[in-house]
């Protein structure tokens, strides 16, 4: 089992940048393939990125590709969102999970989840 906390997202304005974490316990948080999902008011829950248990492969939906980017450090135990040209639409809560099987874009696919983190863009 893994408990996943995610850092205080914040406010930026449009252009921006902001770096998202989330943080694991247990020990064995190399075994966990990692993803970030996002919900903004109103809609569904939407996968943003997704790592490996290697970190050696991604994946990200085509809403952030070129401006987001996901990474981890098995050591400490963390797991990343790097968010650059930020955009009003991409004010959501934003959570971290954690899957046993495979990278999939799918929220019912991961096990864990985190508490969320409230980005905002102004525009």
């Known amino acids: 089992q893994v408990q996943l906390v995610e850092s205080r997202g914040g406010l930026v304005q449009a252009g921006g940048s902001l770096r998202l974490s989330c943080a694991a316990s247990?020990?064995?948080?190399?075994?966990?393939?990692m993803g970030w999902f996002r919900q903004a008011p109103g809609k569904e829950r939407e996968f943003v990125a997704a790592i490996s248990r290697s970190g050696g492969s991604t994946n990200y939906a085509n809403s952030v590709k070129g401006r987001f980017t996901i990474s981890r450090d098995n050591v400490k135990n963390m797991v990343f969102l790097q968010m650059n040209s930020l955009k009003p639409e991409d004010t959501a809560v934003y959570y971290c999970?954690?899957?046993?099987?495979?990278?999939?874009?799918?929220?019912?696919?991961?096990?864990?989840w985190g508490q969320g983190t409230q980005v905002t863009v102004s525009s």
């Open positions: 247990g020990r064995t948080f190399s075994g966990y393939i």
């Open positions: 999970a954690a899957s046993t099987g495979w990278m999939t874009v799918s929220t019912q696919d991961y096990d864990y």
